[in-house]
């Protein structure tokens, strides 16, 4: 609309013509003013569609990530199989030198320091039946038993 306003002023402008001249360069003026304003106002829109496209998209895959774990967390199945690996990787482990990497390294440092560890036996029987597995008992009956 306003292109086809400053267009009509410009052809309708006369430089011989004093009196409708002064009017005619204001209205133009202020229809150049008006489209400039347009022009920027388009621009503005256009950087924060590209703006609100970006972050639909990061939402998107936000709540798609949000989706998969809920699956995983919400299902009672599949929450239940995740607790019982990551249990079972934490507790566990600690049950045997051979599962437990640090376990074996620190006796083989102490073996050869010359400090008294035990075998595999005697760690089973002096440290899990009698403190790891009433532990683990524990932590079961409080967390997992009446769940």
């Known amino acids: 609309m306003a292109e086809i306003e400053i267009q009509r002023l410009e052809n309708a402008a006369n430089p011989l013509d004093e009196t409708g001249s002064d009017e005619r360069v204001k209205r133009l003026a202020y229809l150049k003013r008006q489209r400039r304003a347009l022009v920027d106002a388009d621009t503005r829109r256009k950087s924060l569609a590209s703006k609100l496209e970006t972050c639909a998209l990061a939402l998107q895959n936000m709540r798609f990530d949000l989706m998969r774990l809920g699956f995983l967390l919400g299902t009672p199945a599949l929450s ?44 089973i029987v002096k440290y899990v039946l009698p403190i790891l597995i009433p532990t683990y008992l524990l932590i079961w009956l409080i967390f997992f038993a009446f769940a």
Request: hydrophobic residues 45%.
């Open 80 to 123: 239940l199989f995740i607790v019982a690996i990551s249990v079972g990787s934490v507790f566990w482990g600690a049950c045997t030198y051979i599962g437990n990497g640090p376990n074996l390294m620190v006796k083989s440092i102490a073996d050869a320091a010359g400090c008294k560890t035990p075998t595999f036996g005697g760690y």
